[in-house]
């Protein structure tokens, strides 16, 4: 049975439990694997398990009943700081870590964890969206990362090591998150009501590649129905940028007016893009074939026609990452996505012309 209705990640629970049967129980802690895999929920109920006043921690099983486990639920509990990028934030704000200018090392996470805990015996701090430290705020936390308070707990949720500084990385004790299973996956869809179809459900989790949060942006937004149009316009060995700069700005004004939607839905696809170039560098070197067929026959058509071979689609991939990090700096969206298309096509057409 999963560890507090949380899918896919029991073996980490047993890692816990023995670093606390054994009294090593690490003060800082980076969480990583994909998005929208539980890390977030998983940090919170471990939380709750060390604030839980009626049963030990040692037992990792919080009654999720007495004041403090409420508290946490509600994340009202004084010992629990919990820190996270705004949605009109490009970065975490450093104000958060250390307080505004009028009261630098007064307010804030580095200071709060430094205070006694008010009801129990530890106080944790969870740091979402730390994949949006940036140098200031990252250096902020090193002091406090590097000698934690006694009895604190300090928990950071991202993605990948490699987006946080080797002075972050150094201080922490890296816990990885893998994918969920596709049934699992399909299995939360259905029951949390998000979609009734047993065969959507796992379509779904097919193309979320292990992430519950990646198949919930997909239901209803019309990506399942536009991925194929973007699989067939990537596979071409010349890309025609305009047409699929303006197919992408449809598909991102259809997610709203909200802007935190709207970068969202430029991620979905972008991540698609990213998705299809890395199978065909597994392809191209002689990798298996993806699992999804729909991914497989445009890869294997991309495979025969798009020249460049591996330096192409590696440079593709990079193109794509790079514009994934530009989102989340506010750049101009509109902008952004005629850029993306044209330096894709750009890179395609360099591939194709003989080199003199």
């Known amino acids: 049975m999963a560890w ?31 998005a929208g895999i539980g890390k977030h929920t998983f940090a919170l109920k471990l939380a709750q398990t060390l604030l839980c006043n009626t049963r030990p921690e040692i037992d990792l099983d919080p009654c999720g009943a007495c004041a403090a486990c409420t508290q946490v639920a509600a994340d009202t509990h004084p010992d629990l700081l919990t820190v ?32 006694k805990p008010f009801m129990g015996n530890r106080k944790v701090a969870v740091i979402d969206d730390a994949d949006f430290l940036n140098a200031e705020g990252a250096n902020s936390l090193l002091k406090t990362l590097e000698e934690p308070p006694p009895r604190s707990v300090l928990i950071l949720v991202g993605t990948t090591p490699a987006k946080q500084l080797p002075t972050i990385r150094s201080r922490c004790r890296i816990i990885r998150f893998d994918p969920l299973a596709e049934d699992v996956v399909a299995d939360l869809l259905l029951r949390g009501g998000h979609v009734s179809d047993q065969s959507e459900a796992r379509r779904l989790a097919q193309l979320a590649e292990g992430s519950v949060g990646r198949a919930l942006q997909m239901v209803g937004g019309g990506l399942v129905e536009f991925r194929g149009r973007l699989l067939a316009a990537l596979s071409r060995p010349a890309l025609e940028s305009v047409r699929l700069a303006e197919a992408v700005q449809t598909l991102v004004e259809e997610a709203g007016k909200e802007a935190p939607r709207r970068r969202a839905r430029f991620h979905q696809v972008l991540d698609t893009a990213v998705d299809f170039y890395r199978h065909l560098l597994r392809s191209l ?4 074939a993806a699992d999804d067929p ?15 071979g591996t330096e192409t689609a590696a440079a593709c991939i990079d193109h794509c990452l790079e514009t994934g990090e530009s989102i989340d700096r506010n750049v101009h969206q509109t902008n952004l996505i005629e850029f993306w298309a044209d330096r894709l096509a750009d890179i395609y057409q360099t591939a194709r012309t003989p080199v003199r």
């Open 84 to 115: 996270s990028k705004p949605p009109d934030k490009a970065f975490i704000p450093l104000d958060l870590f250390i307080g505004d200018k009028d009261h630098r090392m007064r307010e804030g996470l580095c200071h709060d964890i430094s205070l």
């Open 294 to 308: 729909e991914m497989a026959q445009y890869v294997q058509i991309a495979a025969a026609q798009l020249l460049g």
């Open 285 to 288: 070197s002689g990798g298996l």
């Open 4 to 34: 507090q209705g949380i899918e896919g990640h029991d073996h980490l629970v047993e890692r816990f439990r023995s670093a606390l049967q054994r009294g090593r129980m690490a003060g800082s802690f980076l969480f990583v694997g994909p």
